[in-house]
């Protein structure tokens, strides 16, 4: 089993459309967990944490769970703008950072 | 959020050269800097973590004596591609962190490595 998995997608979704991407870890010592964002042919940037209680900045929501070892993304009112590859990243205390492969979204007018 | 650069953008070298990458953060002191590589349409893969003032850990496959790695400062690590071949052509990104979370990294905009 991959340490993080990812579905590479594409996922294609309307515009104003609400959209979930899910990334499960296998290390259950994982500790930080992140999603990041990369636009075509562009550095990674860090989009936000994933905290245990959850994480919500705008229309972004971010959530973790220990019990099944994964962490989701919910984007809202999805905009064209909000087209990239989403990263998610794990950390284990003191051992490297795994990125996932990532997964895309394609927002549609 | 933290500001890191690299340089340079994009290099076009020939086969049997040496190619060298500046990584530099900006506005914070960087105690880890990390090195990336990304082939198209795959995951960021970690090449070596460099801590300021000791030697680099490469990741399994990785050869140290192709890929030098020198993390001279807190602000500043270079990596030099030596004897680069077409195999190498590459997407380079550094990121750096100030070592209290290694998962919150800060990246530079990438190097285009083209070895011809």
């Known amino acids: 089993r991959k340490e993080v998995e990812q579905d590479p997608g594409p996922f294609n979704v309307p515009e104003g459309a609400t959209v979930a991407f899910n990334c499960t870890y296998s290390?259950?010592?994982?500790?930080?967990f992140f999603w990041y964002r990369q636009d075509c042919r562009k550095e990674p940037k860090l989009l936000m944490s994933?905290?245990?209680s959850g994480n919500e900045d705008g229309r972004f929501t971010a959530q973790l769970n220990r019990a099944s070892q994964y962490i989701s993304l919910l984007i809202r009112d999805s905009k064209l703008s909000d087209s990239a590859t989403y990263l998610c990243?794990?950390?284990?205390?003191?051992?490297?950072?795994?990125f996932g492969i990532g997964t895309k979204l394609q927002v549609i007018p | 959020g933290a500001v890191v650069s690299q340089h340079p953008s994009r290099v076009i070298c020939k086969s049997g050269t040496s190619v060298k990458i500046e990584c530099r953060s900006l506005?914070?002191?960087?105690?880890?800097m990390f090195w990336y590589r990304q082939f198209p349409k795959q995951s960021l893969m970690l090449m070596a973590t460099?801590?300021?003032?000791?030697?680099?850990?490469?990741e399994q496959g990785v050869e140290k004596d192709k890929f030098l790695i020198n993390h001279a400062s807190l602000t500043l690590s270079t990596l030099t591609v030596t004897s680069a071949h077409p195999e190498d052509s590459s997407f380079y990104i550094c990121?750096?962190?100030?070592?209290?979370?290694?998962?919150?990294?800060?990246f530079g905009p990438g190097t285009r490595l083209t070895v011809t």
């Open positions: 990243v794990v950390a284990p205390v003191r051992q490297k950072v795994t």
């Open positions: 506005d914070f002191q960087a105690t880890t």
């Open positions: 990121s750096a962190s100030n070592g209290v979370d290694s998962g919150e990294q800060y």
């Open positions: 460099s801590n300021e003032g000791s030697k680099a850990t490469y």
């Open positions: 290390n259950s010592a994982s500790q930080s």
């Open positions: 994933v905290y245990s």
